[in-house]
């Protein structure tokens, strides 16, 4: 069974048996989303759920944001869940990229198959030090002013604490 419990205001955590998604908004405009075990097809549903609450409410507000996907201490999807992944509703005027860390030939080239599948591009990088660099560029190249200074530390697994 998925659950959902906030550890902090601003992180939530979703879990599905050994497998769990934390989603950090501590840095926004920046938002760092990490993957622990095999994404399951509950867990690529509550992030939509939890997504489609962010563009709504950015929408109304104006806010863009980027995406920062640490998926280091993830597995490899399966296709279902890749596909389901791939349908994530990511508007432009809202989200404005997605950089995925993956330390993985196998999930970069589950990440370059979704973005030739889906048209949407989707930036791979090897570690959470250069996907934040590359959302720091982002920013500057959109006009978005970054968070203030921060230092992001990688979410642990439930099961760790």
């Known amino acids: 069974m998925i659950s959902a419990k906030p550890t902090l205001t601003l992180v939530v955590r979703h879990t ?18 990490t993957w622990f075990g095999v994404p399951t097809l509950a867990l690529a549903e509550a992030y939509d759920a939890w997504l489609r609450r962010v563009v709504e409410s950015s ?19 399966t296709p279902q869940v890749r596909g389901r992944l791939a349908k994530l509703d990511c508007p432009a005027n809202v989200v404005v990229a997605r950089v995925i ?9 589950a990440v370059t198959a979704l973005t030739w599948s889906t048209g949407k591009q989707l930036q791979t990088v090897e ?7 590359q959302c720091l ?12 200074k921060f230092e992001i530390v990688p979410a642990q697994p439930s099961s760790a604490g």
């Open 137 to 148: 560029r982002i920013f500057g190249d959109n006009k978005i002013v970054p968070p203030r």
């Open 59 to 77: 929408s109304v507000s104006g806010r863009r944001v980027v995406l920062l996907d640490d998926a280091t201490r993830a597995e490899r999807p």
């Open 101 to 109: 860390v993956a330390h993985t030939a196998a999930i970069r080239g």
């Open 16 to 33: 599905d048996g050994e497998s769990e998604v934390v989603i950090d908004v501590r840095h926004l405009p920046l938002v760092v989303t």
């Open 127 to 133: 570690t959470i030090e250069a996907g934040v660099s």
